[in-house]
């Protein structure tokens, strides 16, 4: 609706988490800066920009923009979407050995993109679906993508080095617990449960709102008393910093000065 835009994230400015609203975001210089984008899974509030940005960089990269992602998601995306039906085939245009878009399945586990470590972790959502956490010199920040309430991910995330920020999803309020457990999505409720699995103290930052529950569902995060807890909106920036996560909650604006700052603090309660 207007105001909201689907998911995407943005780590400095050449790798990207999910493409839902990365074209919308983005101006096409800074869309052609991006060398690689992570795809949670194949719904199309996280993947729907990667045909605009498609279109955005033709003739502006010399190399694909690399799209990562398990294999049964890279196939999805191949057949129902690159798929000359719904969108062109830019994994083919301008030619196959030199085109816009470049899917590269890979494999629960680690492996590293340009200057990054990112740990691909499997979690709970109704379809074929990955949690990323992505390290770089001196930083470390998880993704959790869409998912309901999940084990392996909390086992991965409680073994790294070291965890700075997490972003993670809540999707409806707790009156709509239901359809949230057979969509596999969270809640207030089960963000609580979920993140006492978490060994850790870190910022947390949520997203996925449901649009049309927005302010219920960001009384209810409240509610539960965790200092660290932030809901983000459109645009905001968050820096790690030697272990300190500030928020930076101005609209994005390419060109403006440096927003005004708050330090999210890493205790859970
Ligand atoms: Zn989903
Ligand atoms: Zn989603």
Same mark, same amino acid.
């Given at each position: 609706?207007?105001?909201?835009?689907?998911?995407?994230?943005?780590?400095? @400015?050449?790798?990207?988490?999910?493409?839902?609203?990365?074209?919308?975001?983005?101006?096409? @210089?800074?869309?052609?800066?991006?060398? *690689?984008?992570?795809?949670?899974?194949?719904?199309?509030? *996280?993947?729907?920009?990667?045909?605009?940005?498609?279109?955005? +960089?033709?003739?502006?990269?010399?190399?694909?923009?690399?799209?990562?992602?398990?294999?049964?998601?890279?196939?999805?995306?191949?057949? *129902?979407?690159?798929?000359?039906?719904?969108?062109?085939?830019?994994?083919?245009?301008?030619?196959?050995?030199?085109?816009?878009?470049? $899917?590269?399945?890979?494999?629960?586990? @680690?492996?590293?993109?340009?200057?990054?470590? +990112?740990?691909?972790?499997?979690?709970? *959502?109704?379809?074929?679906?990955?949690?990323?956490?992505?390290?770089?010199?001196?930083?470390?920040?998880?993704?959790?993508?869409?998912?309901?309430?999940?084990?392996?991910?909390?086992?991965?995330?409680?073994?790294?080095?070291?965890?700075?920020?997490?972003?993670?999803?809540?999707?409806?309020?707790?009156?709509? %617990?239901?359809?949230?457990?057979?969509? %596999?999505? $969270?809640?207030?409720?089960?963000?609580?449960?979920?993140? @006492?699995?978490?060994?850790?103290?870190?910022?947390?930052?949520?997203?996925?709102?449901?649009?049309?529950?927005?302010?219920?569902?960001?009384?209810?995060?409240?509610?539960?008393?965790?200092?660290?807890?932030?809901?983000?909106?459109?645009?905001?920036?968050?820096?790690?910093?030697?272990?300190?996560?500030?928020?930076?909650?101005?609209?994005?604006?390419?060109?403006?000065?440096?927003?005004?700052?708050? +330090?999210?603090?890493? %205790?859970?309660?």
């Amino acid at each position: 609706m207007p105001g909201c835009r689907a998911t995407a994230f943005r780590i400095d @400015d050449c790798l990207a988490v999910d493409a839902g609203g990365i074209a919308s975001a983005l101006p096409i @210089d800074e869309q052609a800066r991006l060398d *690689h984008i992570l795809i949670t899974h194949a719904h199309l509030d *996280h993947i729907k920009d990667l045909a605009f940005i498609s279109e955005s +960089v033709l003739g502006r990269r010399e190399e694909p923009i690399c799209v990562h992602s398990a294999p049964g998601i890279i196939a999805a995306l191949k057949s *129902h979407f690159f798929n000359n039906v719904i969108w062109p085939d830019f994994t083919a245009i301008p030619t196959h050995s030199a085109p816009v878009i470049r $899917l590269k399945s890979i494999n629960p586990g @680690d492996f590293r993109v340009g200057a990054y470590l +990112v740990r691909a972790i499997p979690v709970t *959502h109704t379809t074929d679906a990955l949690g990323f956490a992505v390290s770089a010199t001196g930083a470390t920040v998880a993704f959790t993508g869409d998912t309901g309430p999940t084990a392996l991910l909390w086992e991965e995330l409680n073994r790294l080095e070291r965890l700075d920020a997490l972003f993670i999803e809540v999707s409806f309020p707790n009156s709509l %617990q239901r359809i949230a457990d057979i969509s %596999q999505h $969270l809640t207030a409720k089960t963000l609580d449960t979920e993140l @006492d699995k978490l060994n850790r103290d870190c910022a947390v930052f949520i997203y996925h709102l449901k649009p049309a529950f927005l302010a219920v569902i960001e009384g209810e995060i409240g509610e539960l008393g965790r200092p660290n807890l932030r809901v983000l909106k459109n645009g905001d920036v968050v820096c790690v910093d030697d272990g300190v996560a500030t928020l930076r909650t101005r609209p994005y604006e390419p060109t403006s000065a440096v927003p005004s700052s708050t +330090v999210v603090p890493p %205790q859970s309660a």
